[in-house]
């Protein structure tokens, strides 16, 4: 589940647990640094796509988890049997939990509605 299928009254609760989280990763500069690409006619755009994913998964892999975590948590809320997931949910013990932690955090990195929370 993404940032764009949260709906209703949940959108409020939501981005009242994310956006802390989304302002510490918005705030390191070398996040920020790795959005800016020179862009030149001609260039093909999953390239330049790979390219930054390529600068910014290894940064979310590392310095913000913890922020990926609790974002992902609060998105997914509470599952069928009313349990509410936490962070703990997201600890990366293995390749297939590594595997599904980075495609997560790579959609998130992409999500429009994060995107704009770094303008």
């Known amino acids: 589940m993404g940032l764009g299928d949260i ?6 609760e939501v981005y009242a647990q994310i956006v802390p989280h989304m302002a510490a990763i918005a705030k390191d500069k070398d996040v920020r640094a790795a959005y800016e690409i020179d862009v030149k006619a001609g260039d093909d755009p999953a390239e330049l796509m790979i390219d930054v994913i390529g600068k910014l998964l290894p940064l979310a892999m590392t310095r913000h988890r913890d922020h990926f975590a ?4 609060a998105i997914d809320g509470t599952d069928e049997d009313g349990r509410e997931a936490t962070a703990d949910d997201y600890k990366v013990d293995d390749m297939a ?3 599904d932690f980075t495609v997560r955090a790579k959609a998130l990195l992409c ?9």
């Open 7 to 12: 709906k209703g009254e949940r959108v409020f």
């Open 70 to 73: 609790a974002i992902f948590a």
């Open 97 to 99: 939990s590594a595997r």
């Open 111 to 119: 999500d429009r509605l994060f995107l704009n929370f770094l303008r």
